[in-house]
């Protein structure tokens, strides 16, 4: 009799070791992460009437989470941007001649995956020497690659500027998001 009392108690001891030794402990608690992080194309020239594509940016996403959260990048989930503090940017001298710029997100054979014509009437309500492209496209086009961040894990951004009629020097293109990732 004493040893079919032993027997459920070795059984439910052996389950409880083999699902503890099963979990993943590396896993971290669900958390959330709020960060704003910019992608800058700076000191472009553009000769008029030419394109330009200036270098392909690269951002990891441990490189854009907060110090204290880096090690939880594998395992963000997803991410919800603030639209009011999310937008592209255009400075520099001349830019009211520029014809079209276009922000691509690649994939990883540099193949754009999204592509945004940013809207070049947008002025800077605080700032007239400026483009500030906050509209609904461009913030749809801002979440996408903060979707994309989320679920590759980095992402690939170019720019590409027609310039109008005169030459443009020291241009700066900055695509800013502010995002809550989670895992």
């Known amino acids: 009799m004493k040893r079919l009392a032993f ?4 059984l439910a001891t052996l389950m409880i070791v083999l699902c503890s030794c099963s979990k993943d402990d590396n896993t971290p608690p669900p958390g959330t992460d709020t960060t704003a992080f910019n992608i800058i194309f700076s000191n472009i020239s ?5 394109q330009a594509t200036p270098p392909t940016q690269s951002k990891q996403l441990a490189d854009i989470l907060t110090y204290a959260n880096k090690d939880k990048a594998p395992y963000v989930k997803s991410v919800e941007i603030q639209l009011s503090d999310s937008y592209i940017t255009v400075e520099g001298s001349g830019f009211e001649t520029l014809r079209n710029i276009t922000v691509n997100l690649l994939d990883s054979s540099s193949k754009p995956v999204y592509s945004y014509n940013v809207n070049l ?8 020497s400026k483009v500030k492209d906050s509209t609904n496209p461009c913030v749809t086009f801002l979440n996408a690659v903060a979707n994309y961040l989320a679920t590759k894990k980095s992402i690939n951004m170019q720019i590409t500027l027609d310039a109008g009629d005169q030459d443009l020097m020291g241009l700066t293109v900055t695509i800013h998001t502010n995002a809550i990732f989670s895992w």
């Open 46 to 50: 553009v000769l008029k009437n030419y």
């Open 121 to 128: 009437d947008s002025v800077s309500p605080s700032d007239s």
């Open 7 to 10: 027997f459920p108690s070795l």
